[in-house]
T-cell receptor, first 111, second 113 residues
Framework: QKEVEQDPGPLSVPEGAIVSLNCTYS??????FMWYRQYSRKGPELLMY????GNKEDGRFTAQVDKSSKYISLFIRDSQPSDSATYLC???????????FGRGTSLIVHP | DSGVTQTPKHLITATGQRVTLRCSPR?????VYWYQQSLDQGLQFLIQ???????AKGNILERFSAQQFPDLHSELNLSSLELGDSALYFC????????????FGPGTRLTVL
């Protein structure tokens, strides 16, 4: 079993939909959690970073962490075609600055 | 544009060969990370350098090596290449060795035939 599990998709939604992207993990020592967005033929870019359970909001994006269930989510409201990309979750142990990445979920938002 | 540059963009080579991938970090960033991304394994951390010194090692094969030069650019050397080494190789940089956002370059796509 991989430490971080993420459904590769693809997930196809219409423009304006609310998107939910998820990861589960097995290592209870993970303390920080991140979401990266990767456009085709580009490197990943950091979208959200959180250190605690609960919700963190940034514009149309909300990151949610449930440490008791070892489950994290990224919600995208009012999705746009420009949100079409691969979304990677990443997480790490406190004191280690090298995160473990999920395989990424491919999201397609069609007009 | 993250400010991290990688060359070349694409590399096609044969099994058994050796290649060198180059990375220039963002201006002022001291830390460089190398990652391998393949369809089946996802993004895997290989190695980190901080100000010229190796700081952390991940799933890096013995056939692979890296170094960071005094001007802070880094090179990843891949030798005795196998078909399974075909992947995207990313370099990322951050300001320090502690937690700071890692900025990723555009990657080098390596194809081993």
């Amino acid at each position: 079993q991989k430490e971080v599990e993420q459904d590769p998709g693809p997930l196809s939604v219409p423009e304006g939909a609310i998107v939910s992207l998820n990861c589960t993990y097995s290592n209870s020592a993970f303390q920080y959690f991140m979401w990266y967005r990767q456009y085709s033929r580009k490197g990943p870019e950091l979208l959200m970073y959180t250190y605690s359970s609960g919700n963190k909001e940034d514009g149309r994006f909300t990151a949610q962490v449930d440490k008791s269930s070892k489950y994290i989510s990224l919600f995208i409201r009012d999705s746009q075609p420009s949100d079409s990309a691969t979304y990677l979750c990443a997480m790490g142990v406190g004191g280690s600055y090298i995160p473990t990445f999920g395989r990424g979920t491919s999201l397609i938002v069609h007009p | 544009d993250s400010g991290v540059t990688q060359t070349p963009k694409h590399l096609i080579t044969a099994t058994g060969q050796r290649v060198t991938l180059r990375c220039s970090p963002r201006s002022g960033d001291l830390s460089v990370y190398w990652y391998q991304q393949s369809l089946d394994q996802g993004l895997q951390f290989l190695i980190q350098y901080y100000n010229g010194e190796e700081r952390a090692k991940g799933n890096i094969l013995e056939r692979f090596s890296a170094q960071q030069f005094p001007d802070l650019h880094s090179e990843l050397n891949l030798s005795s290449l196998e078909l399974g080494d075909s992947a995207l190789y990313f370099c990322a940089s951050s300001a320090t060795s502690g937690y700071n956002e890692q900025f990723f370059g555009p990657g080098t796509r390596l194809t081993v035939l």
